[in-house]
């Protein structure tokens, strides 16, 4: 079941450090960071769309974006997976797959975009997606994207039944985490907008 709500349906995760980080532990800039996805789309975006995940470090200074997860069993909607081999959804899948970046952001290129990024296999597809970076260095932009499924539609014609085989970042509100270097961890919970209005979010950050 789908809710029906406006036209920015994006998802926008993103990570502020309010408080200065321990004396041995500095960190060089303000530390944040923004994961949309399906930006501008509407109910029935998809994932499974060209740069349909963009991650952005809107950090300061030198801080790096070292890893990207995003774990489907936080998402809005349950029994969300990835379905990169067409297994566990409807019976179009997509690899994880690089579409671009704002310079050089050093991703970790996966030995096998279809099964190397994923963990946590469920109903013949996998929870989680990670990705490493080596130099996602401030003010760089990562896009990629990866098919996403309701496993209630296995099987099915794509895109599935009154297209719910198109995931948007709708559903996927609350998956996102992004650590950085320095070594600071950070979670973002978006709050779901109608309309056109900015996206609002509620953070929390903390070094570890």
């Known amino acids: 079941m789908r809710i029906l709500c406006g036209l920015m349906l994006a998802l926008v995760a993103a990570a502020s450090l309010p408080r200065a980080a321990p004396p041995d532990q500095q960190l060089a800039g303000p530390t944040g960071a923004s994961v949309t996805i399906t930006p501008g789309g509407d109910i029935n975006a998809s994932t499974y769309n060209t740069g349909s995940f963009v991650v952005t470090n809107t950090s300061g200074g030198t801080t790096r974006i070292t890893r990207v997860r995003i774990d489907l069993t936080t998402a809005l909607f349950p029994d969300l997976v990835y ?93 996102p985490r992004v650590p950085f270097q320095p070594s600071v961890s950070s979670a973002k919970h978006s709050v779901r907008i109608c309309g056109r209005a900015p996206p609002v979010t509620t953070s929390r950050s903390w070094s570890r």
């Open 83 to 175: 379905d990169p081999n067409g297994t566990a959804g409807d019976t179009v899948a997509k690899c994880f797959t690089a579409d671009g970046s704002s310079g050089n952001v050093g991703l970790v290129a996966p030995a096998d975009p279809c099964a190397t990024p994923f963990g946590g296999p469920h109903d013949g597809g996998y929870d989680t997606l990670q990705i490493d970076f080596d130099s996602f260095s401030a003010s760089r932009t990562f896009q990629f994207s990866v098919d996403v499924d309701p496993t209630t539609i296995k099987g099915a014609a794509a895109p599935g039944p009154n297209e719910s085989g198109s995931v948007s970042g709708l559903e996927l509100i609350g998956a």
